[in-house]
């Protein structure tokens, strides 16, 4: 789809769209169109439920006086109350449903609006990254797809009074969209197709953006004393691997390398660490999952999707801070060779696991990515994520992502920038009481804690790898990373979430 910027002007074919505010007040263009027509927008709007309420549409056909197909009304809301966020997902939904209608053009007259800070040009800006967000389909294995099944939009034109400036600020905030599509791409991959070492592969594209990629396989790995992150992956015919992203955009000079992880260009300044659960596939191992829905476990590197797709978006926008983004990349099988329940395993900081369940492998995965982090680059703060667990679903459902911090500040920061772009978390409790729930009779931890709060004792997990006075947060995204349903940014499938949070977080606290 092609998004273009050019003067105002209600004189075009395909479709016309015009903005409607609360209790039915026409936009200026809209009212144009009313008048062109002899009255048939507010006829339309009299015999139907519109009152230009925020998410409402109407479609008017063929409207007579005017070379459009079809006049579309979108409804904006109280202007006082009008958000960035809701001019985004009115972009998405317009984009939806055009592309339901089979239109293949469509022109926005984009009006300033009274009542609202937001001027025309930013509110043109937000409409068309919310309609990018929405383009996105994942079709490339649709061989003999009928034409009337692809999306139809080709053009959308927005038109407005200061187009050039509305044309530089959507290219500003849409540098993330990039990012975000990458993330939705090998999300989306099945698990013949993306594992460890092609995921590896998926990432060379940062290079050319100015991302430093180191790669660590099995032999490293084991030489480093991985041995949770290697115990997940050794059922496997894919080999394990971890892989680096270095971001140093704060023009700082290098840093001494330091820890026996040794990353070869570590930042100038403590930099800002993501690190990504990155099961390509989860079958549970020998603790094997049923047969029903366990395809959906090819997005079990939903986390480390993220973390690729963050890098992407923060090196397009030559974000002014350092960042590392690192992966923890298996594949989850049973096998002769898998382990089995009950076996001990080492992490790299010397702590011994043992592994009642081999169905919660993204812990063991996360903790020998986690102390890679800290040790290498003794870093300002952590974030990572991981699809960990289906009792985030229990809790919070599909809308929220699980957070869980050693924090306050950290968490609220998260809490603010996920509000912003749409992607909201929740803060779920950590305390010594759920931490004692997985000590372990022969070892130092076993790596399930019973039948309740399954989240939070995965997080205390994770948390018995994070060194004292490291900020560190988790977000659990097993409920958030894949959609049944197509939302007004986010269509049907791999959400990317955690993509624009993040570099939100980043933006609005790392960089000044
Ligand atoms: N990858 C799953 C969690 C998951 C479930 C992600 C549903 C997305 C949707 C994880 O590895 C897992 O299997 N967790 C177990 C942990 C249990 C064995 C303690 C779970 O949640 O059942
Ligand atoms: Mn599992
Ligand atoms: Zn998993």
Not at 12 to 21: A, F, M, N, R
Not at 82 to 88: C, F, K, M, Q, S
Not at 285 to 292: E, L, Q, T, V, Y
Request: hydrophobic share 45%; net charge neutral.
């Amino acid at each position: 789809m092609r998004i273009a910027f050019a003067a105002p002007t209600v004189k075009t074919s395909g479709t016309l769209v015009v903005t409607v505010g609360d209790e039915k007040r026409l936009s200026a263009s809209a009212a144009a169109v009313d008048e062109a027509t002899g009255g048939a927008v507010g006829r339309a709007i009299a015999g139907s439920r519109f009152t230009g309420k925020k998410g409402q549409l109407l479609e008017i056909l063929a409207p007579a006086g005017l070379d459009s197909a079809r006049v579309l009304l979108l409804g904006l809301g109280k202007p006082a109350e009008l958000t960035e966020l809701d001019l985004e997902k009115a972009g998405g939904q317009l984009v939806g449903q055009l592309n339901g209608v089979g239109e293949t053009a469509a022109s926005i007259a984009v009006d300033a609006l009274e009542g609202t800070a937001i001027p025309a040009t930013e509110m043109a800006a937000r409409i068309a990254l919310g309609a990018r967000l929405r383009s996105y389909r994942f079709d490339k294995y649709k061989t003999k797809e009928a034409a009337d099944k692809k999306l139809s939009l080709a053009n959308l034109t927005f038109h407005l009074k200061e187009a050039k400036k509305a044309q530089k600020q959507f290219e500003a905030i849409a540098a993330v969209v990039a990012g975000v599509f990458l993330s939705r791409d090998v999300v989306s991959e099945p698990a013949n197709i993306l594992y460890p070492e092609s995921f590896v592969e998926r990432a060379a594209v940062l290079e050319k953006l100015g991302v430093k990629i180191t790669v660590l396989g099995e032999k490293e790995m084991k030489k480093l004393g991985m041995g949770a992150l290697l115990g997940v992956g050794q059922g496997s015919r894919r080999e394990s691997q971890l892989l680096v992203m270095e971001w140093h955009g704060s023009g700082k000079k290098p840093a001494e390398k330091k820890g026996k992880g040794k990353a070869k260009a570590a930042a100038g300044e403590a930099p800002l660490c993501f690190v990504g659960k990155g099961v390509c596939f989860d079958t549970g191992g020998i603790s094997i999952k049923p047969a029903g829905g366990m395809e959906d476990m090819k997005w079990d590197m939903g986390g480390a999707g993220t973390v690729l797709g963050l890098m992407h978006a923060l090196a397009s926008r030559k974000a002014k801070v350092d960042v590392v983004g690192i992966c923890g990349l298996v594949e989850n099988m049973p096998d002769g060779n898998a382990q089995r329940p009950g076996d001990v395993v080492t992490s790299a900081n010397g702590q011994t696991i043992e592994v009642i369940n081999t169905d919660a492998e993204g812990r063991l995965v996360l903790c020998d990515a986690l102390w890679y982090a800290q040790e290498t680059y003794r870093p300002r703060m952590i974030v990572d994520l991981a699809t960990l667990t289906g009792a985030i679903l229990v809790s919070l459902g599909k809308e929220q992502a699980g957070l869980f911090s050693n924090d306050d500040a950290l968490s609220e920061q998260l809490a603010a920038a996920g509000k912003a772009v749409g992607e909201p978390v929740w803060r779920l409790p950590l305390g010594e009481e759920y931490d004692r729930m997985i000590d372990s009779d022969i070892a130092d931890m076993k790596n399930v804690g019973g039948r309740y709060g399954g989240s939070i004792t995965a997080a205390q997990f994770l948390q018995r790898f994070i060194n004292e006075g490291t900020p560190w947060a988790h977000l659990d995204i097993a409920g958030v990373t894949w959609s049944d349903k197509d939302k007004p940014t986010v269509p049907k499938g791999a959400t990317a979430f955690g993509v624009r949070l993040l570099d939100r977080l980043v933006a609005d606290q790392y960089e000044k």
